[in-house]
C-alpha cells in the first residue's frame, strides 16, 4: 500500500450494506430540525448532531451540519443519541460499523507489511480501540466561495475511511502548496492517514490535510469513519520503527498517554497551520 491517500475498491464490504446506509443517512438529514435534535449534541460533547470545534458565538462556523455517533467499543455506545428516524437507522449503522472495522483491521495489517513489521505489529495497537462515524451535510451556498464546508486540517485520529454518500465533489486535498479535488467512485472508500499513525510510523507514512468545499446547487452528504487505538496505547514511534538494519533510528515525534493526546489535540482548533496538531508533536532538532 502506497503511504498517501488511496481509494479503496474491492474492499469486501457488501454494496447492499453501503447503500442502505447512505439512504438512511439521506433520510436522517432531509428530516425537519425538531426531529434532528432528538438527538442533538449535549453540553460539552461532539457527539451527536451539531457542530464540533464550536467555541463561541463569535467564531465564523462551518457551512454543514453532522451526526457523530461512537459506534466501537459497544460499551462506549451512547444509543440514546442514535437516530429513531428512519427506523432501520440503528441496525444499518450496526452492521456498516462492524463491516467498516474489519476493512480497518485488514488495512492495518497490510500497512504494517509496508513498514517492514510483523502483520501484527500496528494491528494489536487498535484492538478495543475507538471507532466513531462522522456523518456529513453541507446545504448549497449560493456564494459557495464565501463559505467552507470543512474547514483544512488533518486528522487527529489514526485512520479513517471515507465514503461519499452522493456524487458531489467538495473532499479537496491539499499537495504540493495546492487544493486538489478528489473525485468520488462508486462504491469505493477514501482512505485517510490520520495524525496518530504519521506518529507511530515515525513519519513513514504522513497523514493528509484536507477541506470540504461548498456546492452553489447541490447539497453534499459523507460518511467518515476513524479509527484509533486503544485507549491504553502511548501515543508515540512504534519500539519496532525505531530499529532499522540493527540501528536505532531517532525518534521525530513525542511519545504521551492517549489520554493526553486527546486532551492536548481537544485543545487545539481546526486552522490548517502546518497540519494542527501534529506540529505540536514533532521533536525540534536543531
Known sequence: MSKKKKKVINHGVGEGVILKMKADIQEFFSQPIQVKMDSAQLPDSIEGYGQAFVVSEEQKLDWGDMLFIITQPINRRNVGLWPKIPSSFRATLEQYSTELEKLARCLL?????????????????????????????????????????????????????????????????????????????QGAFIVNIGDMIEIMSNGEYKSIE??????????????????????NVMIGPLPDILIKDQKQQAAKYKSISHQDYMKLAGKIKLDGKDKGFIHHMKIQTE
Not at 451535510?137 to 487527529?156: F, M, R, T, W
Not at 489514526?158 to 468520488?184: A, C, F, M, S, Y
Open 109 to 185: 495489517t497490510s500497512m504494517a507489511r509496508n513498514l517492514g513489521l510483523e502483520s501484527e505489529k500496528l494491528l494489536t495497537t487498535f484492538n478495543e480501540g475507538l471507532q466513531g462515524m462522522r456523518m456529513n451535510y453541507y446545504p448549497p451556498c449560493e456564494q459557495a466561495n464565501k463559505v467552507i464546508g470543512l474547514a483544512p486540517h488533518s486528522d487527529g485520529s489514526g485512520l479513517t475511511l471515507l465514503t461519499q454518500v452522493n456524487e458531489v465533489q467538495g473532499l479537496q486535498i491539499r499537495k504540493d502548496g495546492k487544493w486538489v479535488p478528489i473525485h468520488p467512485i
Open 210 to 231: 484536507h477541506r470540504a468545499i461548498v456546492n452553489h446547487k447541490k447539497e453534499r452528504l459523507s460518511i467518515a469513519a476513524f479509527h484509533n487505538p486503544n485507549a
